[in-house]
Structures are given as C-alpha cells and as structure tokens.
C-alpha cells in the first residue's frame, strides 16, 4: 500500500471513529446512567462479552463498583446494567413500564417459529391479565404451586426414578454417563408427570427431533424446528392433553381461549419444555455432583433424608415434607449450586421513558439487565470465599453471623417473573438426589473425582453446563430393600421461601 494510501485509510478511520464518538455522546442523556467501556464506540462492550463470556457482568460489577446501574451501548440498543442489589426491588416493582412480556414473545417468534397471527395476539396486552403472557402466568401459577397438583407431578416423577433404578442390581456397580443419564431421567419424569399418560416425548423419533432442535444441530435442508413440533401435533389434535397434568391442560385451555392459531398451539406446547427441563437438567447434575463428590456431604445429606423414611411391607416411602422442611444440608448444597453455577440474566423492555428510583432515566426501547451471576459473586453479600462452593452457605444456624438478602439470590429471578416452576424443579431435582442417597453409593467409574469444566456453557441456560461428562458407577448399598418407592407429603413445603421476594 502506498503512503498516500495508508494516510486516506487512516484518515477514513479516524473520521468514522470521531464520528461514532459524537453520535454516542450527543445521544446520551446525561440524566440516563453514566456510559461505560466507550473507547471503541458501540463495539467496546460487544468485544467485553466475548472476552470475560459468562464473567463478563461480574468483572464489570467490580471495575464499576461505584455506578449503582450503567448504559452500554451497542449497534441500535441501550442496556442498562443494574449494578446495585438496592435498586433490583426498585425495577421489578415497575412491571408494568419495565415489561417483561415482550422478552417472551420475541422468545416465542424467534426459537418456536410462531406465525405472525399468534405474535400479533402475544402483543396486544402485555400487562393485564387479558393479555396472553399475563394471562398465562395466572392461568397456570395455581398448577404448579403446593397443592394436589403439584403433589401429583412428583408422585409421577417419584415413579419414573424408581422404575429407572431397580435396573441396576449388580453388586459390583453399573456404569454410567452422570449429565446423560441424568437427563434422560428428568427429561422422562418431567414429560411424562406434565403430558401425561400420552407423553409424545416417549416416543424414540420424537424425542431425538426435540434433542437436535433444542441443541441447535440444525442439519442442511431439514427444518428441526417442524419435526419437533410433529411429536405435540397429535397430542393437541387427539384432545390427549386433556388427560395430562392440570397444568398442561390450562396451558392449552388458554391458548384456545386466546384464539391461538391451531397451527401454532403445538409449537407453543413444544415450547413448555425449554421451560421445564432446560435447567432443571444441568441443576440436577452439579447438586448430585456436589452431594457424592465430597464424602463429608454425601454422609450429612444421607442422615439428614434417612430420617425421612418409612418402610412398609410392599414398598418403602420418603416424606418430600421432610426432605424441603428438615434436610438443611441438602437444601443449602441445592441452593449453593444455583448461586454457583447460576448464569441467569433478568432482562426488562423499557415500554416509555422512566425515571427510575427518580434518578437515572430510561429511555424508551432500552433493556434493563439484572444479572444472577453478578450478585452471586458478591463477596459484600456472600463473604471472602465467595469463589468457592461452599454446601453450609445457606443452611440456617443459630450462629450465622450473617442472613442472606433474599434480593441476592437470583436462582428463580425475582418480582412477577420469579420462575413459576420453581417448586416443581426443587421436588424432582431433591427427589432424584434423595433416591440416589438411599440406595446407591455414588462413586467415579476411574480415579477420584474431576470437577468438570464448564467454558463451553450456552448462555442461553441458566444454570452452567459440564463441557464434559463425568463416567460414574452405581453400587447398590448393601442390606437395601429391592421394594418399590413411593413419596408422601406429610404437611406444607417451605423450600422456596428463600426465594418469595
């Protein structure tokens, strides 16, 4: 390249680069919060998040330690970062200018395929509860809190454990893959507790269309997307949902009183999985990683839901009462683990300018981002090891020096989009650990064990995902009965309160 070259290049370049300066700063308010990483206007933070990844928010939360909440700017959008624990309560009380709704339906359009005339009936309401999202949200809330129904779900996916673990009676121990055969247990319990006795999932084409579409394999010339949504057309078009679970029988009731498209309702179904195994699976693998990987909490765990148990002469039962009432160990190591291994991210739609908390203006189209793994690397809130995995952080003692803010804990979000399966996922994912603890002793198939590394995870998740699966065997514990097992509930389940902001 000539000199007279390189000059134009690099006269071009700095022009631009003057250019996108300006246009960042004379379109930022100074009322809104300050503007950050803007050396490179617009692409500074783009490149942030593909270096730090999923540390990305934390690092910004320790390098911006004094800004309560930021703006980033990005090509054609504002993200208002909320930095401060403070102000969290503050967003989720304005639910209705923050809207949460319009994530959902660019959700629905974009992942499940949704046709313009669903979109257009998703976006005519998005606050009251006229509207779908809404109106969902209470439509089917009542199915998936304690009640008759919930008890159901888990006396179903008690049922599906059991029948997966009297398989394996070889003394000597059976292999298995952990993540892969975990999966598949959830994957089981959940679509055959919420489906019904006419579960689409159990059949073997349906269930490897849903795994290469919520994978992301998308094969040259093959829509995964319809193959998928194939498994659900029968099952809505057969009436079978109405012998499903109560909350899949409202889930349908209501799309047909929103005058969903009948094309569409299978999609919309297919999609009630993202939300009831994407996490529920890789949570299930770090708490009974966590439990049999350290001696001393598997034998503290181990006491604690033995004393839950009742055996009778055709089958042995475990109280699920006990197990989120009286098993403090477990259930700090089952908190622990979405603290730890949390990657969720609670964003909002800024409907109209706002002030929020009567200082920082929000303008209109701009997204409020509140991160999970941001506060849960706070060692403010969580102590000086907050980098480690520490099973005791949540148990409650006499001696705690300190309470943990509920605000602080994003493992189920928070304000009205606090995850409404959240009991359900608790009950299957202690359940599955509980049956583990009573009847097998947990070993790795070589070696001791190796944590897994987790660089790979999808962020799209919320919950960290191994990059590699973890080879262990399953050894009958000895003197353990062969009978069936059978779960009770003896009172109310407190597990969750924790998380009731």
């Not at 998703?122 to 009542?142: I, N, R, S």
């Not at 005791?392 to 509920?406: D, G, H, L, Q, V």
């Amino acid at each position: 390249m000539s000199n007279s070259a390189f000059v134009a290049v690099l006269g071009v370049a700095a022009a631009s680069y003057g250019f996108f300066l300006a246009l960042l700063r004379l379109t930022q308010d100074s009322r809104e919060p300050p503007a950050v990483l803007q050396t490179l206007p617009f692409l500074s933070p783009i490149f942030g998040m593909i270096r730090w990844s999923m540390e990305f928010y934390p690092y910004m939360r320790e390098w911006y330690l004094s800004l309560p909440i930021y703006t980033l700017r990005l090509p054609g959008a504002r993200l208002y970062v909320n930095n401060s624990l403070d102000l969290i309560p503050t967003v989720q009380r304005q639910w209705r200018t923050l809207l949460f709704p319009p994530v959902t339906v660019k959700a629905v359009k974009v992942a499940m395929g949704a046709s313009d005339s669903a979109i257009a009936i998703l976006e005519q309401d998005m606050v009251t509860d006229k509207g779908f999202v809404p109106g969902m949200v209470k439509a089917t809330h009542p199915t998936m809190s304690n009640g008759p129904a919930l008890d159901h779900l888990n006396a179903k996916a008690c049922e599906v454990f059991d029948e997966a673990m009297r398989h394996f009676t070889n003394p000597a121990g059976t292999n298995v893959s952990m993540f892969q055969w975990i999966g598949s247990q959830i994957m089981r319990a959940t679509t055959d507790a919420v489906y019904g006795p006419q579960n689409p999932l159990r059949d073997a084409a349906n269930l490897e269309a849903w795994q290469t579409f919520s994978s992301g394999k998308l094969s040259p010339g093959v829509n995964t997307l319809s193959e998928a949504s194939q498994s659900t057309l029968g099952y809505f078009a057969d009436g079978d949902y109405k012998n499903g679970s109560a909350y899949i029988q409202k889930f349908t009731q209501h799309c047909i009183d929103q005058k969903i498209p009948k094309s569409d309702i299978p999609r919309f179904l297919l999609g009630t999985l993202f939300n009831n195994v994407a996490n529920t699976i890789p949570a299930a693998f770090w708490v009974i990683y966590r439990i049999f990987s350290d001696k001393t909490v598997m034998e503290a765990c181990h006491a604690e839901v033995s004393q839950g148990v009742t055996e009778g002469s055709e089958a042995s039962t475990i109280d699920l009462t006990h197990v989120l009432n009286s098993c403090p160990l477990l259930l700090s190591t089952y908190h622990e683990v979405f603290r730890y291994y949390g990657l969720a991210n609670s964003v909002r739609i800024v409907s109209e300018d706002h002030m929020l908390s009567g200082q920082y203006l929000l303008k209109k189209g701009g997204l409020v981002m509140m991160s999970a793994r941001a506060q849960h690397s706070n060692p403010a809130e969580w102590g000086a090891n907050v980098k480690e995995f520490d099973y005791k952080s949540f148990a409650k003692t006499e001696n705690a020096e300190k309470r943990i803010n509920p605000v602080a804990f994003r493992g189920f979000g928070g304000g009205t989009t606090l995850c409404p399966g959240r009991h359900f996922a608790t009950s299957e994912i202690l359940l599955l650990a509980t049956l583990l603890l009573l009847r097998f002793d947990v070993q790795p198939k070589d070696g001791g064990w190796v944590h897994p590394s987790t660089a790979k995870s999808s962020q799209a998740e919320a919950v960290e995902q191994p990059d590699k699966d973890v080879e262990i065997k399953l050894i009958p514990r000895v003197g353990m009965s062969q009978k069936p097992w059978r779960v009770a509930f003896s009172g109310r389940r407190d597990a969750e309160a924790l998380v009731q902001e």
